[in-house]
T-cell receptor, first 115, second 115 residues
Framework: AQSVTQLDSHVSVSEGTPVLLRCNYS??????LFWYVQHPNKGLQLLLK??????LVKGINGFEAEFKKSETSFHLTKPSAHMSDAAEYFCVVSVLGAAGNKLTFGGGTRVLVKP | NAGVMQNPRHLVRRRGQEARLRCSPM?????VYWYRQLPEEGLKFMVYLQKENIIDESGMPKERFSAEFPKEGPSILRIQQVVRGDSAAYFC?????????????FGSGTRLTVV
């Protein structure tokens, strides 16, 4: 079985400062890992994914994440927050099992960006 | 490519009525997944379908909920005799295959309100 823990339910940053969203996972097998963003009353948009290639993954809108197997972490970062980054972010693990590909979501981190 | 289309975007039902949620996957995608998001929570897996087959319904409540993905037409999530606790956002996602490294493409969701 796999699980995902997002260590912060809320993160508040000032515009122009770095953003760090923390995620730890557990999985019996080599996982694929994703970060999704959800703006208020919107669907989910894929930010980036790790699929056993390079451990530093670059995504859209200036986000990147680093897969650290020894720490079972997949933290999401952005060097400079923008007001439009205010949203909820989900760390997701995927493992291909007997019944196909099932995503397990973390509880989400809500990001507030202050002017 | 229109992406994953869900309708309606918003649905209001009185307790005891039926709710039917529709999902048209992306062109070329034959794998459909339904997830439920309760207020202030992450997404929880409900059911995974391929054309005319339910592959994994382990996340679906045993009573009142059913899902189908017919040979022709959209996937349907059906909730009979809705109760207040069914109020949630229901997201559909599709993928071209059951590979773990495919990020799903999500629809914008159907927000069900039971009054």
């Amino acid at each position: 079985a796999q699980s995902v823990t997002q260590l912060d339910s809320h993160v508040s940053v000032s515009e122009g400062t770095p953003v760090l969203l923390r995620c730890n996972y557990s999985s019996s097998y080599s996982p694929s890992l994703f970060w999704y963003v959800q703006h208020p009353n919107k669907g989910l948009q894929l930010l980036l994914k790790y699929t056993s290639a390079a451990t530093l993954v670059k995504g859209i809108n200036g986000f990147e994440a680093e897969f650290k197997k020894s720490e079972t972490s997949f933290h999401l970062t952005k060097p400079s927050a923008h007001m439009s980054d205010a949203a909820e972010y989900f760390c997701v693990v995927s493992v291909l099992g007997a019944a196909g590909n099932k995503l397990t979501f973390g509880g989400g981190t809500r990001v507030l960006v202050k002017p | 490519n229109a992406g994953v289309m869900q309708n309606p975007r918003h649905l209001v039902r009185r307790r005891g009525q039926e709710a039917r949620l529709r999902c048209s996957p992306m062109k070329g995608h034959s794998h459909v997944y339904w997830y439920r998001q309760l207020p202030e929570e992450g997404l929880k897996f409900m059911v995974y379908l391929q054309k005319e087959n339910i592959i994994d319904e382990s996340g679906m409540p045993k009573e009142r909920f059913s899902a189908e993905f017919p040979k022709e037409g959209p996937s349907i999530l059906r909730i009979q005799q809705v109760v207040r606790g069914d109020s949630a956002a229901y997201f559909c996602a599709s993928s071209p295959a059951a590979e773990a490294n495919y990020g799903y493409t999500f629809g914008s969701g159907t927000r069900l309100t039971v009054v």
